[in-house]
């Protein structure tokens, strides 16, 4: 039990507050900064490769992987603007398409947090 410096009243450690007047207490050892860590403006995600990956995103869905038609033999179209296909039956490659975003937005999120702002 420790005491509120406020009123007084003996209160559970665990308690960050007083039940009774409401006054903030004093936790026992203050926090201690690591020596590696330093105490300056927080780490940020580099925001000019965070734009990068959602302009290579908004490109890829513009032009996305086309495949033949279903009444012919499976093939690899290539990448065309989505309102001009290959060929007039040509479809979007949905897996390929999945594949390409997923590893675009990962790749992204790695590279701002590797070369973050610190």
Request: charged share 10%; aromatic share 8%.
């Amino acid at each position: 039990m420790k005491p509120c410096p406020s009123c007084g009243r003996a209160l559970p450690e665990i308690n960050r507050y007083c039940t009774d007047c409401g006054a903030a207490l004093e936790p026992h050892a203050p926090p201690t900064a690591s020596p590696n860590k330093s105490t300056s403006a927080p780490e940020q995600l580099n925001l000019n490769i965070l734009y990068g990956m959602v302009t290579v995103l908004v490109v890829a869905i513009l032009m996305p992987p086309w495949e033949s038609p279903p009444s012919q033999p499976a093939a690899f179209l290539g990448f065309h603007f989505l309102l001009s296909p290959p060929q007039p039956d040509a479809i979007v490659s949905r897996l390929l398409l999945t594949i390409e975003l997923t590893t675009t937005a990962i790749a992204g999120l790695y590279l701002s947090f590797l070369f973050r702002t610190r």
